[in-house]
């Protein structure tokens, strides 16, 4: 997860120019429209992207498809959205956080709002989160709303973190939401549930414990020495590390900085860390 700037990109022109060609099949009826969905840009850039505060058009069955198929099959006056796709934020999914984008997310759903397919303010490039999200875009009680990586400043402060409890040889990983007191706090635990969670963000979270146990070594830029080391010395090495993930990644919201502030933050773990990466060093533990 993470906030990016608002495209620049002029709409409205876009639109129009799409309206005035007669080879394209939304000739004439976007034309007809254009009002109307220029008005719905306004709208929708004055409340935020709030689903709950944005109504979808009544157009005709005919001027969906085709605004739904410029979106799919664009025409030159589209080619700016390739560049969005893949230059926006090419290392990090904007809408779950993992390392990798390379499609479009529709914030509000193009089959719930087909006039918003093409308008970029509710593009946002992402990973294959966004076939998974589907059409899940607001709850059933206000405030519950996706995230939009445009306007919801608080994706720039931390906001899940993993939890890791129980056997720590072979812990039982979860999500912890460790921001309770944003605004937004409704719309993140929306977020969470209809995107994060059904991503494989748990099973990219379980084998980056496995991999730190197996060989402590390789998974910290700080190298180990001969001596052992104390629990000051191993937090220091898992919050530098936190920190060039937060950097890296321009977002304290990616996989990995999720996975380094749960062992920060879950209870007992630096101390159990200490402990196995001293057996590491000691060598009763052999690198895979």
């Not at 593009?123 to 995230?147: D, E, H, I, T, W």
């Not at 995107?195 to 099973?203: D, F, G, M, Y």
Request: contains cysteine; hydrophobic residues 35%; charged residues 20%.
């Amino acid at each position: 997860m993470k906030s990016l700037d608002v495209p620049s990109h002029d709409d409205e022109a876009t639109l129009k120019d799409l309206s005035e060609n007669r080879k394209l099949c939304s000739y004439p009826h976007l034309q007809h429209a254009m009002l109307t969905i220029q008005n719905q840009y306004s709208n929708y850039t004055s409340v935020r992207g709030d689903p709950w505060n944005v109504l979808p058009l009544a157009l005709s069955d005919s001027l969906r498809k085709a605004i739904v198929g410029h979106y799919e099959s664009p025409p030159k006056a589209l080619r700016h959205l390739q560049k969005l796709r893949h230059e926006s934020s090419p290392d990090v999914c904007p809408m779950c956080g993992s390392l990798g984008t390379g499609t479009l997310d529709h914030v509000l759903p193009k089959a719930n709002y087909p006039e918003l397919s093409i308008f970029t303010k509710n593009l946002v490039p992402a990973c294959g989160c966004n076939s998974l999200r589907s059409v899940s875009f607001k709850g059933s009680s206000l405030g519950q709303r996706v995230l939009h990586p445009y306007y919801d400043t608080c994706m720039n402060q931390r906001l899940v973190r993993s939890a890791i409890k129980g056997d720590m040889a072979h812990p039982l990983i979860t999500l912890h939401i460790c921001c309770d007191q944003v605004p937004e706090i409704e719309a993140v635990k929306f977020h969470v549930k209809v995107v994060l969670e059904r991503t494989n963000i748990l099973v990219f979270l379980e084998r980056q414990w496995a991999s730190l146990l197996r060989n402590p070594q390789s998974r910290f830029h700080d190298r180990l020495g001969p001596e052992n080391v104390d629990e000051l010395a191993v937090k220091q090495m898992v919050e530098r590390e936190l920190a060039h993930q937060d950097e890296r990644y321009e977002t304290p919201n990616n996989w990995y900085s999720m996975f380094y502030s749960g062992i920060l933050e879950s209870d007992g773990v630096i101390s159990w860390l200490t402990m196995h990466i001293n057996e590491f060093i000691n060598g009763e533990i052999q690198p895979e």
